[in-house]
């Protein structure tokens, strides 16, 4: 939001569970999001949670960008699937502080990236140029 609002971007900033409601309620126009590695085929891995923008964005007819530098771009990654997702500890989902927020034994999955397919993309933006998700699989 720092640079957005430095540079005299429209923006709204909102926490991450409010998004689907936000876009169905407030007309917006687009969303851009991050990358941590995107595949040959243009899936992308980014912190959890961008997947289901992207069906959300999908769902509403709102324009899905990933922008990231093209050093992120593995083509030893030929799709999503080959893209290791971290899991992080369970304490994180658990605890707040020393305080146990969760029963005792329960089953904790805790990702940190989730994989957007190309399909719900719109599409790529690097500092070497727009791509659609067609022309991008080219690349």
């Not at 430095?6 to 990358?35: F, P, R, W, Y």
């Amino acid at each position: 939001m720092w640079e957005l609002v430095n540079n005299n971007i429209d923006a709204t900033l909102i926490c991450d569970n409010m998004a689907a409601s936000t876009i169905k309620n407030k007309g917006v126009t687009k969303i851009i999001v991050g990358a941590d590695r995107i595949a040959k085929n243009g899936d992308t891995a980014n912190k959890i949670g961008t997947y289901a923008l992207s069906i959300a964005a999908k769902y509403h007819k709102v324009p899905f960008y990933v922008l990231a530098p093209s050093s992120t771009i593995d083509r030893a990654m030929k799709t999503g699937r080959d893209i290791p997702i971290e899991e992080r500890k369970k304490e994180e989902l658990i605890y707040i502080g020393k305080n146990q927020t969760a029963p005792r034994g329960c089953k904790v999955y805790n990702p940190a990236f989730d994989v957007t397919p190309s399909g719900l993309i719109t599409a790529i933006i690097t500092e070497k140029g727009i791509y659609d998700i067609k022309r991008f699989r080219r690349i």
